[in-house]
Every structure is written in structure tokens, then in C-alpha cells.
């Protein structure tokens, strides 16, 4: 049963680097070709679609965040993870991690100072 | 800017059939927009339920259906269960692999 797993400190400063990390347990990250995605849901409000990387390496992301958005994989740790620069307010949400069908619970990240 | 756009709520009696809808502000959804469908409840991660149209996971029950119906996506529950109350929300893939999710659909089984 594949289990991910979202990490990362839950308060940012505002204008610093949300960074966070997805462990990938009872499953491999190279095994067959997936896409990996984040995606993100402020309080009370529906699903935004961050972006996703591909075991290739290969990125796709929101238009919207694009300019502030870094997305990689680490293969050999079964880890993706998601940077997001220069935060605001608008930024806080709970933070999923998903692959092939499979959720992370969520993480919330309040960007506050 | 791409508008997903679902039906705000809907309401469906025990037993009964509801059709979601997913339409995409640039026209017809095809099954070339792969249709996701996803099901969340109050304090709950989102669960995936279709993807690519009308493909199941293992774990998705079998009266949830997906298609493509007059130029949407659509999500189809037969014999509706109290427990499939909850958030319907689509995502729809376009041009560089970019996804969009609709706003969502609060289903009330009532």
C-alpha cells in the first residue's frame, strides 16, 4: 500500500521559502512512469493545482506560480519536494503531495511573521 | 485565465442518481483534458476516484462512473450511499500539462 507523507516546517515568514518534502513509503519513486503533484487548499476553499515533475525530471506548473515555483525528485530517497519563494499571506494553505492516485494527509503552512 | 466550472451544489435523495458536470471555459472537454474526479469530506485529505475520463482506481466504488456527456466531463453515482455526501471537485489537464480544478460540487444526500 503506496503512503506519502508531506514534511516541512508548518509557519513561514512572510517573503521567505516555503520548502516542503513527500516520502514515498511501501512504493518506489522511478518505479513505472508517474507524475508527482502538489497541490494546495487555503481554509474554507477549494483545490489549487500547484504543479507536478515527472520521474524524468520534466516539470509542469501553475501559470499563476510559476515565476515562484521549484519542484524536483530525489529517486533514491522515494522524496519529491516543493519550494515556493517570496510568500504571503495568500500563500497559507494545507499543502498535499500526490502520486497515481494517492494522497498525503496535508500539511498546514501558515505564513505569518 | 482557464475556468473550470461545476455545479455549486447539488441535492440527491438515498437510492438515487446524481450526474456532476465539469466544463472548461475553452470549449468542449475531451478525454484529450484527461478528467480527474476527486471526493473530499469536511477535515479529510482528498480521495482520487476517476482518472482519464472514466478509468477507476481499486479502490473506487463501483457506482461511480466517469464520461464525457454534451461536451463535459461528468461523474455519475448510481444508487447513492449517506456516506458519498461530501466535495466532488474535477481537474481537467491542458496545453504544457497544466491542471485546473473546478470549484467543486457539495453533494447532499438528503
Known amino acids: 500500500q503506496v503512503q506519502l507523507q508531506e514534511s516541512g516546517p508548518g509557519l513561514v515568514k512572510p517573503s521567505q521559502t516555503l520548502s516542503l518534502t513527500c516520502t514515498v513509503s511501501?512504493?518506489?519513486?522511478?518505479?513505472?512512469?508517474?507524475?508527482w503533484s502538489w497541490v494546495r487548499q487555503p481554509a474554507g476553499k477549494g483545490l489549487e493545482w500547484i504543479g507536478r515533475?515527472?520521474?524524468?525530471?520534466?516539470?509542469s506548473y501553475n501559470p499563476s506560480l510559476k515565476s515562484r515555483v521549484t519542484m524536483s525528485v530525489d529517486t533514491s530517497k522515494n522524496q519529491f519536494s516543493l519550494n515556493l519563494t517570496s510568500v504571503t499571506a495568500a500563500d497559507t494553505a494545507v499543502y498535499y503531495c500526490?502520486?497515481?492516485?494517492?494522497w498525503g494527509q496535508g500539511t498546514l503552512v501558515t505564513v505569518s511573521s | 485565465q482557464t475556468v473550470v466550472t461545476q455545479e455549486p451544489s447539488l441535492t440527491v435523495s438515498p437510492g438515487g442518481t446524481v450526474t456532476l458536470t465539469c466544463a472548461s471555459s475553452?470549449?468542449?472537454?475531451?478525454?484529450?483534458?484527461?478528467p480527474n474526479w476527486f471526493q473530499q469530506k469536511p477535515g479529510q485529505a482528498p480521495r482520487a476516484l476517476i482518472y482519464s475520463t472514466n478509468n477507476k482506481h481499486s479502490w473506487t466504488p463501483a457506482r461511480f462512473s466517469g464520461s464525457l456527456l454534451g461536451g463535459k466531463a461528468a461523474l455519475t453515482l448510481s444508487g447513492v450511499q449517506p456516506e458519498d455526501e461530501a466535495e466532488y471537485y474535477c481537474?481537467?489537464?491542458?496545453?504544457?500539462?497544466?491542471?485546473?480544478f473546478g470549484g467543486g460540487t457539495k453533494l447532499t444526500v438528503l
Open positions: 511501501g512504493g518506489s519513486s522511478s518505479s513505472g512512469s508517474y507524475s
Open positions: 500526490a502520486r497515481g492516485g494517492y
Open positions: 481537474l481537467l489537464y491542458y496545453g504544457g500539462g497544466q491542471g485546473v
Open positions: 515533475i515527472y520521474t524524468s525530471g520534466s516539470t
Open positions: 475553452t470549449g468542449a472537454v475531451t478525454s484529450g483534458y484527461y
